[in-house]
């Protein structure tokens, strides 16, 4: 007992006579003014080849289509940036090497690469290359009007920016409107600059309104006339509750011009004003399952009629080599692309945990294109137990018929393993 009563005694002491010898500078704890991570990825893929689709015939004339395609992949993946006083610089790179039995593919592209200057609390410059992610969709983004389109089978894939110049504003209020920001940019197209987003000599201007009212996240957007039509359109989302989100998304484009095969054969370009939406949820179960489901509607997409007399074209092309060039660069502008149908419907379902599995999820995904009842199907396992490393595989499935959008693929399964190591 005496021992216990002078124990506090005794610690005192110690630290009194320790203060020569330990001192605590905050600076040494001071965030450093860099940041730099990644990852490195190596992923194999084996695709099940369905030799007799339109686009397998497509791909592989004069050269006899093998029953399974192996393609194996390196990805170095950076992300980096440093700040000084109110400036930061932020950088986004990929390398990437692809082969297979048939081509060898090696690209480097840097998805951002911007200077950042806050003149003032509530305001953000961004000039450079920028990926910015507009709209409160998953699997699609109708309001997406300045960056690059989501894959809806894997829509998280990061994706490449656009040179602009944005300005951001938000302040913070009380009462039910507790939340104002706007964004505006610009999205200049030249020779040699974001010229893959459209005809040249455009500066491309664009506005968000972001608003915060009642709980609800709400942005009304507008892209001008330019590279592009004019668009403009709103977003939206709201909690329900702790488990419950709702979403949706409306956009509406003006003279937009897309290529069409007409029932003769011939291809013409039509322009028309669309309008493109989309509703969706993310739900949480008390099992810990995520679902998330959404209808798209794409106002510039084909239907089911318009895609068939598309693969119509291409048999015919294909099996007496007229035209056969030009049919295949219409397959390459538009028709082969993700997310090309005009509705789909969208459900992701995902588990932590399954069979009791610490550190594995698993996800299984359905995208119907409900013009011409194709599907594609997905599953997927991930496992996180190993420091700094996550071990992905993935099956995919195609269904439909060969004039449909999945159904004319080349391949009709495909497996993939992926391992990424973080930095």
Known sequence: MNFVRALPLLLLAGFAGAQDEFSFDLDELAKPPYEIGGYLELRAERDAVDRGSPFSRLNFRGEAAPDNLFRRGLTAHLEASYSWSD???HFVGEQVIQNDDFRHADRAVAQEGYLRLRPA???????????????????????????????????????????????DWVTRRPGDLTAIGITALLLPVTDGINDDFGPGDHLNPALKLYLLYQDTDIDLIWASDGSRPTRWGFDLSRNLGPSLEIHAEWAHTGKADYPVVADDGSIQRREATATSYLFGLRWISESE?????????NGTGYTGEQFSDFVATLDRALDNGQDLDRIADLATERYSGQGIGRRYAYLRASWKEPFDVVYLSSALQVLYNL???????????????????ELRLRLGVLDGKDDSEFGSKQNATRIEARFRYYF
């Open 289 to 297: 399952t995520t679902w998330i489901a959404e209808y798209y509607r």
């Open 121 to 167: 609390d509530a305001t953000i410059i961004d000039i450079g290359k920028r990926a910015l992610l507009w709209g409160k969709g998953y699997a699609f983004s109708p309001v997406g009007f300045v960056e690059r389109r989501k894959d809806p089978n894997d829509p998280n894939l990061a994706r490449e920016g656009f040179f602009m110049a944005v300005a």
């Open 87 to 89: 400036t930061s610089v």
């Open 371 to 389: 013009e011409d009842d194709s599907a594609s199907y997905i599953g997927e396992l991930i496992y996180t137990g190993i420091t700094n490393t």
